[in-house]
């Protein structure tokens, strides 16, 4: 049986490095889809996971076990998309769409309704795409949306909703059976 | 599932929900890099062991306890209080010993006194009591500080009484005390020693072990 996540906090903390790979393996592919969305560039993306995972392995005394590690990750990565994004919109870079196509694992039926999508994504206001991504793709409940963020869980709501009625209008027709 | 995650996801907005779930493509390089990043600040820490004491010692802790384990936690605390304090209390004082001892007299009639007090590394500390009202100042002259006068002076307290406490070796020492610097006067309530050096009379003091 795999080792839980709290096992493996356990174990990191006691001295066993090779523990904490195993929970970057567990954990990567969420935190760069949620980076990739967040942020809509691969290296951006990769800059900002590669950093909470560092800031949490330095943390890791700090982690409590009450809470849980997916939780607390995603916490200290949606500081670091907002972080990155934030230096980006300062630097005035013209957002250019990533390869969607190239930068998952599994190939969209339609490549360019896939970067179609991203870039209605990016349209709407960064706390907003992160309510909407946290609660529709990272499944997170609103209460722990409220401790990651910071947030009343009202808010959050209203959050998602607006974010989700933007997009449906900025797609409108695009996914029709 | 609550109400507000229901509303409006039609098949339309499952195809989006499915577009924004798809895996991304995983970078070995990138896995590989936070590896060795990781790998280096725990050899970094390593190397700064005043650093992971300091880590050490501010990390919080928590821990769970049973109440029956905090009474029983709290009664071995007050335990121990009440074990030390009694121990504090009870204990027997290192009393000194007075070798002799008499009433303050006027004139030259001295009253000596030795009490040993322990202590001293290599055997006790040994307190000589002179008392004479009329001296301008005393001091302590044997076998132990060469019989040299100056090396030992007594201090002055009220009434005149006169003090030092000098460490000594364990065995026997000869003693006597001098007044202004010319008067050799023995300890008359000690042991006198049977002869002396320098043709006054002298008195004995015997020190036991420390141990």
């Not at chain 1, 691969?42 to 009450?66: G, H, T, W």
């Not at chain 2, 709290?74 to 002799?100: G, H, I, K, M």
């Amino acid at each position: 049986m795999d080792p839980t996540d709290e096992d493996l906090v356990r174990r990191v903390r006691a001295g066993e490095l090779d523990s904490f790979t195993t929970l970057v393996h567990r954990y990567y592919p969420r935190c760069l889809r949620f980076g990739l969305r967040m942020l809509g560039e691969r290296a951006d993306a990769e800059e900002a996971v590669q950093d909470a995972f560092l800031r949490a392995y330095r943390s890791l005394d700090r982690y409590e076990e009450r809470d849980r590690f997916g939780s607390w990750m995603f916490q200290i990565l949606a500081n670091q998309c907002r972080t990155l994004g934030a230096k980006r919109r300062r630097r005035e870079r013209t957002f250019v769409p990533y390869d969607v196509v190239a930068d998952f694992s599994d190939q969209p039926a339609d490549g360019f309704l896939a970067a179609e999508l991203q870039r209605a994504l990016m349209q709407l206001a960064p706390d907003h795409r992160e309510a909407l991504l946290l609660k529709f793709v990272e499944d997170h409940s609103y209460e722990d949306m409220a401790e990651m963020t910071g947030v009343g869980v009202s808010a959050l709501k209203m959050r998602v909703k607006r974010a989700r009625e933007q997009l449906r209008t900025l797609t409108r027709g695009w996914y029709d059976a | 599932m609550p109400d507000d995650q229901l509303d409006g996801r039609d098949d339309e907005w499952f195809a989006i929900e499915r577009e924004l779930r798809r895996a991304p493509r995983v970078d070995p390089a990138a896995l590989a890099r936070i590896d060795g990043e990781v790998r280096a600040l725990a050899a970094a820490r390593a190397r700064a062991p005043l650093g992971r004491l300091r880590e050490w010692l501010f990390r919080p802790y928590s821990f769970s306890v049973s109440p029956v384990g905090g009474l029983a936690l709290a009664a071995a605390a007050a335990l121990l209080v009440v074990a030390t304090l009694r121990r504090e209390w009870l204990a027997p004082r290192a009393a000194p010993v007075v070798v002799a001892e008499r009433a303050p007299g006027g004139g030259a009639a001295p009253v000596a006194r030795t009490a040993s007090t322990g202590g001293a590394a290599r055997g006790r500390d040994v307190q000589f009591v002179f008392v004479n009202a009329d001296a301008a100042r005393v001091s302590l002259v044997g076998d132990f500080n060469n019989w040299d006068p100056r090396a030992t002076p007594l201090h002055q307290e009220t009434g005149g009484v006169w003090s030092i406490v000098v460490p000594l070796a364990p065995g026997r020492h000869v003693y006597s005390f001098v007044v202004d610097g010319t008067e050799w006067v023995p300890d008359s309530a000690a042991a006198r020693a049977p002869d002396s050096e320098f043709g006054g009379a002298n008195s004995v003091v015997l020190v036991g072990d420390a141990t």
